[in-house]
Each structure stands twice: as structure tokens, then as C-alpha cells.
């Protein structure tokens, strides 16, 4: 059904969102400089943090890279480090 997929692509992309906003505010870096240490654009992180955009695979790729993270990571809904984040 569309709307069912529409609802599990938002949901994707809010989990994105919130592991994405973790882990930069655990390393403290803003969305310009992510930008220039991935090579991923600024107004796609924007859109991302935002939950309105999901970005391309390889984009995702260079963001869990420079975390130090996989990709299933930053899409995975359940993960240790928010758990903590949020205590």
C-alpha cells in the first residue's frame, strides 16, 4: 500500500535524523564541517537532520566513515548510543 510506504520512508528518515544529530553532537561538529570532511553537501545534511530528505547510499557510506560507525548504524532505529545519549 502507498501509504504504508510512505510511512516506513519518514520513519527512516527520522531514525537517520536523530542518529545522525547524536553523533554530531557527540563529536561536537556542525554541518559545515561534516560537509567538508565527507564531501556530502551541507544542504543535504540540512535536509537529513531536518528528516525531509534521505541521502544517496554513498553519501551514508562517507558519513558512517567519518564516525567510525556502519552504515546499519545510522539507520537502525535501537542503537547503544542513543540509548545513552538519552540517560
Do not use: W
Not at 501509504?3 to 557527540?26: D, I, P
Not at 554541518?31 to 531536518?50: A, C, E, F, K, N
Amino acid at each position: 500500500n502507498k501509504m504504508q510506504t510512505e510511512v516506513k520512508k519518514k520513519m527512516r528518515r527520522q531514525v537517520l535524523s536523530r542518529n545522525l544529530a547524536s553523533l554530531m553532537t557527540f563529536k561536537q561538529i556542525n554541518q559545515s564541517d561534516l560537509s567538508r570532511r565527507t564531501g556530502v553537501s551541507q544542504p543535504t545534511i540540512s535536509r537529513v537532520l531536518s528528516g525531509l530528505a534521505s541521502p544517496r547510499i554513498t553519501s551514508i557510506q562517507e558519513i558512517a566513515e567519518y564516525f567510525g560507525v556502519g552504515v546499519d548504524y545510522l539507520l537502525t532505529k535501537n542503537n547503544l548510543f542513543n540509548d545513552e545519549m538519552e540517560r
